[in-house]
């Protein structure tokens, strides 16, 4: 079993950055590509950038493309979101997920294809 803890969120003020950070444990060899989603409140959970773990193919949503950077560091089992430029409509809460199944790069950005998620790390950007 896949376990994934988010952490690094708080507030800051727009223009400002934040990383966040997924600590990945248990069998973490068997998932293929990790994701950070988000959601606030009262909107449905969108996907912001995810990350095929060989080859580090990546997708972002197109709100925060240019500045939004998923990585990872497989040694440390982390996945990282850093996060620059912060606007007041990036605040949600942030969500870590990891899956297993082979899927196509263009399917990254798909929930349903996350198998196993994080309890979320919340991000509030003041204007």
């Known amino acids: 079993q896949v376990q994934l803890v988010e952490s690094g969120g708080g507030s800051v003020q727009a223009g400002g950055s934040l990383r966040l950070s997924c600590a990945a444990s248990?069998?973490?060899?068997?998932?293929?590509?990790m994701g950070w989603f988000r959601q606030a409140p009262g909107k449905e959970r969108e996907a912001v950038a995810a990350i095929y773990n060989r080859g580090g193919s990546t997708q972002y949503v197109d709100s925060v493309k240019g500045r939004f950077t998923i990585s990872q560091d497989n040694a440390k089992n982390t996945l990282y979101l850093r996060m620059n430029s912060l606007k007041p409509e990036d605040t949600a809460t942030y969500y870590c997920?990891?899956?297993?199944?082979?899927?196509?790069?263009?399917?990254?950005?798909?929930?349903?294809?996350?198998?196993?998620w994080g309890q979320g790390t919340p991000v509030t950007v003041s204007s």
């Open positions: 248990g069998y973490t060899y068997t998932y293929y590509f």
């Open positions: 997920a990891a899956g297993r199944r082979g899927i196509a790069v263009a399917d990254l950005l798909r929930a349903d294809v996350y198998e196993y």
